[in-house]
Nanobody, 124 residues
Framework: QVQLVESGGGLVQAGNSLRLSCAVSGRTPFYYIGWFRQAPGLEREFVAV????????MYRDTVKGRFTVSRDNAKNTVYLQMNSLTPEDTAVYYCAARSQSDLSYSLPRSYEYWGQGTQVTISS
């Protein structure tokens, strides 16, 4: 049984940092582990992704230079380091896992497994 468990969310002031973790169990390795977020009333959007085998990462434009995704293969855990946070980053953050396919890594529907989400709230 595949499980993805996020942790590390919370309430911080703008300009501060948070590190999210995504522990993956049950079936490894996946091809991509992605991070998505969803704010109230909005669609779920792509944030970042890491390719498990070589660690290549990609980001949405608005988080480039502020967020860094990394992995620890021994712990089957993926991290999202978020710096210089702004109120616009407030959302529920999800990690997701998928196999290799022709679908873009930025599409939520291309992912097979999802975590339960962790709330990130940034105050101004």
């Amino acid at each position: 049984q595949v499980q993805l468990v996020e942790s590390g969310g919370g309430l911080v002031q703008a300009g501060n940092s948070l590190r999210l973790s995504c522990a993956v169990s049950g079936r490894t390795p996946f091809y991509y582990i992605g991070w998505f977020r969803q704010a109230p009333g909005l669609e779920r959007e792509f944030v970042a992704v890491i390719r498990w085998d070589d660690g290549e990462s990609m980001y949405r434009d608005t988080v480039k230079g502020r967020f860094t995704v990394s992995r620890d293969n021994a712990k089957n855990t993926v991290y999202l380091q978020m710096n210089s946070l702004t109120p616009e980053d407030t959302a529920v953050y999800y990690c997701a896992a998928r196999s290799q396919s022709d679908l873009s890594y930025s599409l939520p529907r291309s992912y097979e497994y999802w975590g339960q989400g962790t709330q990130v709230t940034i105050s101004s």
